[in-house]
């Protein structure tokens, strides 16, 4: 009996001192770490979440979805609520942005559209590939389709709208100008 008493102290001993090695994580930060051997996250094949005020506002599925505001992620990153991106920012594709909203709250949808408006422009709208492009001025203007409203010498052109592929591109605009259908 005391051999047994003996060998369960010992024991209880030894899985003291192990668990007493095991680093715990710490509210103001950690030193000494090793992201191969320190994580936050599951060793089995569970989902992960993360709670405030013991609600759940993120988790990450077994197969790497991410979920914010769902429980349910049904593509690699899913948001539930409003995402908002700062101004002089931009959504990209591929390192291309294809959605922007920068200074003079101008509206960019399309590769490498607006590129170049400067921060004196404001509430123009482009969507389509290169519209709007190589324009350094101009206000109120919509451009739509690809390459409308190109390389326009807008010194004061103002409240223009193009609409179709190439339409009001590489011409000379004044103000209150409207073009519809291609090459218009």
């Given amino acids: 009996m005391k051999k047994k008493r003996i060998l369960y102290t010992c024991i209880c001993v030894l899985l003291a001192l192990n668990h007493s090695y095991a680093q715990a994580w710490s ?32 988790r990450i599925l077994r197969g790497g979805a991410v979920g914010i505001g769902t429980k349910i992620p049904q593509v690699k990153l899913d948001v539930k609520g409003n995402i908002n991106i700062a101004a002089d920012s931009a959504y990209r594709v591929g390192n291309t942005p294809v959605f922007c909203i920068p200074f003079g709250h101008n509206l960019i949808i399309g590769q490498n559209a607006g590129h170049h408006l400067q921060p004196s422009t404001h509430d123009n709208t482009t969507c389509g590939d290169q519209a709007m492009s ?51």
């Fill in 27 to 58: 509210t103001i930060g950690n030193n000494g770490t090793n992201p191969n051997v320190n994580f936050l996250g599951t060793t089995d094949n569970k989902h992960f979440a993360i709670r405030t005020n013991n609600i759940e506002r993120l």
């Fill in 134 to 184: 190589l324009n350094e001025s101009g206000n109120l203007n919509t451009a739509i389709g690809a390459y409308s409203m190109y390389n326009i010498d807008y010194l004061g052109s103002d409240q223009n709208t193009a609409a179709g592929v190439w339409s009001m591109g590489g011409t000379q605009a004044g103000s209150e100008n409207c073009a519809y259908g291609a090459n218009a």
